[in-house]
């Protein structure tokens, strides 16, 4: 099926104002008429079809600034739109930078729809480097005014920033409550390409409290979504989700499929980060299996081949942090508890390095290690790292962070509970 996807009246919006200052600057009065009474009559639609505000606002604002603020603020715009075109996890710092230098000229003349616009790339680049006090702080504020000003699009995009700081809190509750709210906006204004955000978030977060039906639903929803939007990171993400959520629903050849289909995506797309995880969730489903040649090729890959080609440090820490977990399992299963004890210990220290003291699982890894300790004939050892474990489980069970019962989401070899893990070692 051939799908011919139109541009939103928002992206249309935003080409003609940019066209607008450019012609503008240039001095072209004419053809900077011509593309503002455009942009104008695109802004009156979207006010009467759906009450959406930020056209109205956002044509009236630049019909009054000076050429010489029209030049900083389209270096700026530019500046953000050129980060926003970074689909891979990658160049945190330098994303980081450019769009705290452009936010610095909307504020300064008081570009408010351009300042919320930044604010949603920024708030995500700041969540990811663990600046999560910074991201919150951005996004309430822009958020309340986007309210006031019923700027619709920009609050369902900021909605959908809360969620993913909530998600990163360990507070998943609140994380689906405010992706459904952006959901919600983006069906009342028909804003369909965004959904693809909140839909793999809300999708994450069932697949992690054992909802798998749903879990299914959303990635299979976002599977069709990507791939008509022809939106290549996200279809190597939802195909990975969808792989994930068929193994807790009982379908590991299903499951195995979807991985694969994943990997190729991001292998074709040069998506190095996403691929480094998919090869190691499918070297656990292959371990699994006893299938371990080529589980320790993939987990081997992933490490050596391309994780390393991810520039940023901390996207590459965060990358390895998750390939360690799953190779821990894989040669736990593998019965090569040395080489796992290795794994979960590089995983636990960057995690110490990278800030994750919440992030699910982490109880899981901590367990595997006092497992892995434990074949080795290390008993009191072993029993101080599962005591640890046992501790880490129950502040994660406070923050109902350990509910899945999914064997893939679960970095630890063994099919044990922390308490009888514990028990065994106690004997």
């Excluded at 705290?100 to 729809?113: S, W």
């Excluded at 839909?199 to 299914?216: E, G, H, M, P, T």
């Excluded at 004890?341 to 890894?365: D, F, N, P, V, W």
């Excluded at 099919?415 to 514990?422: L, S, T, V, Y």
Aim: hydrophobic share 40%; proline share 1%.
């Amino acid at each position: 099926e051939i799908v011919v996807v139109e541009p939103t009246n928002y992206e249309m919006l935003n080409l003609l104002i940019d066209n607008y200052l450019k012609a503008f600057i240039s001095g072209d009065s004419r053809q900077a008429q011509n593309r503002l009474e455009t942009a104008k009559a695109i802004a009156t639609l979207m006010l009467r079809d759906t009450d959406e505000k930020v056209g109205i606002d956002t044509v009236e604002y630049y019909s009054n600034v000076s050429v010489n603020v029209a030049q900083q603020l389209l270096e700026a715009r530019q500046q953000t739109q050129e980060v926003s075109k970074v689909v891979a996890i990658d160049k945190f710092q330098d994303s980081i930078d450019k769009l705290e230098r452009a936010k610095q000229v909307f504020v300064q003349h008081n570009a408010i729809a351009d300042i919320q616009d930044n604010v949603f790339l920024l708030a995500k680049f700041l969540t990811t480097v663990n600046r999560i006090d910074d991201a919150k702080k951005e996004v309430e504020t822009w958020l309340k005014v986007a309210e006031e000003k019923g700027y619709l699009f920009n609050k369902a995009k900021l909605l959908y920033q809360e969620s993913l700081i909530a998600s990163y809190q360990g507070t998943e509750q609140v994380a689906v409550k405010k992706s459904l709210e952006s959901l919600e906006i983006c069906k009342e204004i028909a804003i369909e390409k965004f959904t693809l955000y909140p839909l793999l978030l809300v999708s994450q977060i069932y697949s992690d409290f054992d909802q798998n039906d749903l879990a299914f639903a959303d990635a299979l929803q976002g599977i069709a979504k990507s791939l008509k939007f022809k939106h290549s990171a996200f279809s190597s993400q939802f195909f990975y989700r969808a792989g994930l959520v068929s193994f807790g629903l009982g379908m590991p050849a299903l499951a195995e499929t979807y991985l694969r289909e994943a990997i190729r995506i991001a292998e074709q797309e040069g998506f190095h980060g996403y691929l480094a995880v998919a090869k190691s969730v499918l070297a656990a489903l292959l371990a699994e299996r006893a299938s371990f040649a080529e589980a320790k090729q993939l987990i081997e890959e992933a490490k050596t081949q391309d994780a390393v080609k991810t520039l940023d440090l901390m996207a590459r820490k965060q990358q390895l942090f998750r390939i360690s977990e799953y190779e821990g399992k894989v040669y736990g299963l593998a019965k090569d508890f040395a080489r796992a004890e290795k794994a979960y210990r590089t995983a636990l220290k960057l995690a110490g390095e990278i800030g994750y003291s919440k992030i699910t699982g982490l109880h899981q890894c901590k367990q595997g290690l006092g497992e892995a300790i434990h074949k080795q004939g290390r008993k009191p050892e072993a029993l101080k790292e599962l005591l640890e474990a046992k501790s880490m489980y129950t502040k994660a069970r406070l923050n109902l962070q350990v509910e899945s019962k999914n064997r893939l989401l679960d970095v630890n070899f063994s099919d044990r509970d922390i308490d009888e893990a514990i028990r065994l070692v106690q004997r």
